[in-house]
C-alpha cells in the first residue's frame, strides 16, 4: 500500500480568495485561444479588411467543430474534482485518461469536415474569394485539434487537483508561441514570405500545439503520477460510458450554442453586406475577450462545486456558484462599461473605414448590455455541470440558441433588413435574458440536490455492508490505482 497525504486544507482560505486562485489561470487558459484569434486577426488588418473576416468566420466554425469534444472534456473536471473531495486522489488520473480516448477518438472523426469544407462556406452566399479563403484557413486549423483536446483534458484534471497555475504557464507558452510566428507567417519576414491566412492557420497550429504539449507534461509530472494516478491510462469502459452520460450534455449544449454563433456570425449578419460582416468580427473580438475569463471563472465554478458535492456538502456548492456570478458580473459590468465608452477607439484599433466604425460602435453596445446576461449564464451552466446536471440544460439551450438567434435572426434580416444590426442582435439579447434566467433557477431550485442525498443514501447503506478499505484511512489500494 502506498500512503497518500491529502494536500493543504483550504479551510482556512478565503473563498473569494480560493475562487479567484482557481480561476485566474484557468482564464488566460481559456482565454488563449481567442487572443491568438486577436492577434492573427489584427496582423492580417494590415491586409485589410476581407483577411481577417474570413480567419474570424473559419476561426468560429472551426470552434463549432471540436467544441462538443471540448465540452465532453470539461466533465472530466467535475469527475475528477468529487474524486479530489472524497479524497480518492489516484481516481483522479483515470477521469482524465477517459478523456484523452475521447479526445483522440473525435480529433479522427473531426477530419471528415475538411473536404467539405469548400462547398460549405460558398452555400452560404459569401463571395469566392472570402469562400476560399474560409476554407483554406478550416482546412488547415483541423489538422491538429488532437493536441488542442488533450491539452483541454490534463487542464481540467490539473484544476480539478488544485493545480490552475499550469494552466497559466501553459496558455503564456502558446500565446507567446504565437505572437512569435505571427508576424513572420502572415505578413513575411526572417526568411520567410508571408501567406495571410494560410501563415494565420498556421500561427494557431503552433500556439494550439505548443500549449498543448505544455499542459500534457504538466499532466504527468511526479506529482501527477505519484499522487493522482495520472498513469493510470487504462480505457475503463464503465467510466467513459459515464463521462460520455455527462459529458453529451455539455458538449451538446456548447455544440449547439458555438455553431448558433458561428453560423449567425457567417450566415446571419452577412445578410446584411460585407461591411457589416467585418464590423461584426471586429466587435467579436472584444466580446471574445471578454466572455472567456468569465468562462475561465466558471471552470473554477465546476471544480469548486464538485468538491462540495463530493464532500457531501450542497450548502457550500451554493455559496460557491453565487460567489462566482458575484465576481463575474462585477468583471462584465466593467466590460461593457468599457464597450461602451471606448466603442470608436476600439473600432479604430482594426480598422479605418469609417461605415465599419458606425457599425461597429453600435454592436458594442449590444455587446454592453449582453454582458449583463452572459455572466449569469455562464457562471450557472459552469455549477450545473458540477452537479452532473448537463442534458436539461443542453436542450433548453439549443432549442433557444438555434431558434432565437439563428431562424428570429434571419426572419429578422430578411424581412425588417432596415433595422441593420439592430435586428438581430435584438434577438440574441433576449436569448441572452431567457438562458441565463434558467441556468440561475435550475441549479437553485432543480432536481440535482433530491439526486444527490438519494445517491448518498445508497453510498452509506453500501459502505455499512461492505468491510472498511484502506482508502478510508488517506491510504489507496493498489485497485484504486
Known sequence: MLAISSPPSSENVSPLRELLTLAAPTVAQMASYTVMQFIDAWVLSHLGTEAPTAVGNAGFIGFSIISFGMGVMFVVNAMASQEYGRKRFKRCG???WQGVW????????????????GPMFHSFGHTTALADMEATYLKIFLLTPVFKLVGVAAGQFLLATNRPATSLSAAVAGVGANALVAVPFILGGFGLKGSGVVGAAWAQNVGSIVEGTVLILYA???????????LNWRFRPQSFARLLRIGLGTGVQITAEVSAWSLFMVYVVAHLGETANAANQFMFRYMAISFMPAFGISQAVTALVGRSVGEGRPDLAFRRAGLGYRVST?????CGVGFAVFRYPLMQFFTADPAVQDIGATLLLFAAVYQLFDAMNVIYNGALRGVGDTFVPAMVTAGTCWGINVAGGTYIVLHWPQWGVAGPWTACTTYGLI?????MCRFRFGPWRRKLAANDSKQNQSDRNMPVPAAAAGLCTASEA
Open 94 to 96: 483515470r477521469w482524465m
Open 220 to 230: 504527468f509530472n511526479a506529482t501527477s503520477r505519484n499522487r493522482y494516478g495520472s
Open 102 to 117: 475521447f479526445a483522440m477518438l473525435f480529433s479522427i472523426l473531426a477530419l471528415v469536415m475538411i473536404p467539405l469544407a
Open 435 to 439: 438562458v441565463a434566467v434558467f441556468a
Open 330 to 334: 462585477v468583471y462584465m459590468i466593467c
